[in-house]
């Protein structure tokens, strides 16, 4: 049977599951799990979790033309682990499918409950020349 529930859900479940964890080891942790089913929305779950525990202004994935994946978190300049092409594709394909953004560019946002509270990001999209930039801006 076809689990019917969304994606947005499933990252808010997700969320919920890895809250008492360390999101940035977890994250560092993604590529060698690349096979896993929802492995692009536990990176995105994680992603979430990380800058809400570490007060990030934006976290931003980017995608070269050349397929390789880029984490950045701005609340100082650092990159955080890669999750790898696979699983970087699933992330961009997930963000696309909870946004409903189809186009180039595009921006909204999205509510996300963490345990008893919920925060707002905001979801920009970039995409130019097979190049692709998903950035989740923190309140």
């Known amino acids: 049977m076809k689990d019917e529930r969304n ?39 994680l992603a979430a979790l990380h800058g809400v525990n570490n007060n990030a202004d934006k976290i931003t994935l980017r995608k070269g033309e050349d397929g390789g994946i880029h984490v950045t978190a701005e609340y100082r300049p650092t990159e ?3 999750p790898g092409s696979a699983v970087g594709d699933k992330v961009l394909e997930a963000i696309r499918e909870i946004t ?6 595009g921006e909204t946002r999205l509510a996300l409950g963490i345990r008893d509270s919920s925060i707002d990001l905001e979801v920009k999209i970039k995409a130019k020349k097979g190049a692709q930039k998903v950035s989740l801006k923190f309140p």
Do not use: N
């Open 80 to 82: 955080l682990p890669s």
């Open 100 to 105: 409903h953004i189809d186009a180039d560019r």
């Open 7 to 45: 994606l947005h859900l499933k990252v808010q479940e997700l969320c919920d599951c890895f809250a008492t964890t360390d999101p940035l080891k977890e994250m560092s942790r993604i590529p060698t799990a690349a096979g896993e089913e929802e492995i692009g929305l536990k990176w995105l779950a």
